[in-house]
């Protein structure tokens, strides 16, 4: 009698500890913090399921049986272990490194202009499994990581894109009249450095296109469409007609008639209210996880800063500074949370 409880009490106090480090683990990692948002968390799950394991392992090695049989044992924990990876999809797997690849890289951020292929939008949430852009029409596509590092991605760089318009115009008009005007046409939109290319020589007509660097890559929408009624502006008030050969040879017409439409005032004055541009309608979410995530960046650094001029202050200095770093921690747990918000009405 004595002999057996000698052989189960090691294995009870194996289990014991086993049990007590897990939930310790447990609370440590996931419980402590309950604002954790899901992408935060998952990393913290796949490091309590390998504690699982590792305990698993040690309670087998602890089991009173002899040793060929503890080896059996064991040897059936690693193959339910790597049935489990077998059978999953190899899809997830390499989802995950393709989001923790991105994340080491970090090719793009929240609110970054990409294009994938035969997608475009800004970035309105970076998972480990997926990456999620909102495009023009404000729809949310959610594009697995594996997909967005086996192909070409175009990053929209937030110092400054170009920007371009076309136009077909007849051979009647010479380029050295086009040019100027559409240059104009450029910079009344807003845009630096214009520059004008002709794209095409047609059958009947002269394909022009107008670029321009644009520096608020924000407002994309409204810049490229500014740009073209710039384009309309600068070649009517120019005295050059915007008009297809077809319709000129099919519609009789008075010698010297151009079809330029008169210019027309627009009454702003009871338009004081700012009205939301384009991009605020269409890319609302990729605004605000931006947003979120610069200002998260921003306490992390300033939590780091006042932690080290705690570290050198003088008494009457560190009352103040640990006033300062519990409200920024008490700020950057709100973002987290809201960020957990957002996940959770996705």
Not at 317 to 332: C, F, H, M, T, V
């Amino acid at each position: 009698m004595m002999y057996e409880i000698e052989m189960i009490l090691p294995f009870a106090l194996t289990v014991a500890l086993v049990l007590a480090f897990l939930w310790g683990s447990h609370w440590l990692l996931l419980k402590r913090d309950k604002d954790l948002s899901n992408e935060k968390k998952f990393p913290r799950q796949l490091v309590m399921l390998g504690l699982t394991i590792v305990g698993i392992v040690f309670i087998a090695l602890a089991m009173p049986v002899d040793i060929s049989s503890r080896n059996q044992l064991i040897a059936f924990v690693g193959l339910v272990v790597s049935g489990i990876f077998a059978f999953s999809s190899t899809t997830v797997f390499a989802n995950l490194m393709g989001g923790l690849m991105l994340r080491i890289h970090r090719p793009f951020r929240s609110g970054d202009f990409i294009r994938i292929k035969e997608h475009f939008g800004r970035v309105a949430a970076r998972g480990l499994f997926d990456t999620e852009i909102q495009t023009e029409t404000r729809e949310l596509i959610t594009i697995p990581n594996l997909y967005v590092i086996t192909n070409p991605v175009q990053v929209m760089r937030s110092s400054g894109t170009i920007i371009s318009g076309a136009v077909s115009l007849g051979y009647d008009v010479h380029h050295s009249v086009i040019e100027p005007l559409l240059k104009e046409a450029a910079t009344r939109a807003g845009l630096e450095e214009p520059f004008v290319h002709i794209t095409e020589l047609g059958d009947f007509s002269i394909t022009y296109r107008t670029h321009g660097l644009l520096t608020d890559v924000k407002s994309l929408l409204t810049a490229r469409s500014e740009l073209k009624r710039c384009i309309l502006d600068s070649l009517h008030e120019g005295g050059v007609e915007i008009v297809s050969p077809n319709f000129m040879n099919q519609r009789p017409l008075k010698d010297g008639q151009k079809f330029i439409p008169k210019p027309v005032i627009v009454d702003q004055s009871g338009k004081e209210e700012a009205t939301p541009t384009a991009e605020d309608i269409a890319f609302d979410k990729a605004e605000k996880a931006e947003q979120r995530e610069l200002e998260q960046e921003r306490l992390e650094k300033e939590i780091k800063e006042l932690e080290e001029q705690l570290k050198e202050a003088g008494e009457e200095q560190k009352e103040s500074l640990a006033g300062r770093i519990e409200r920024a921690r008490a700020a950057l747990k709100e973002l987290r949370k809201d960020d957990g918000k957002e996940e959770e009405n996705q």
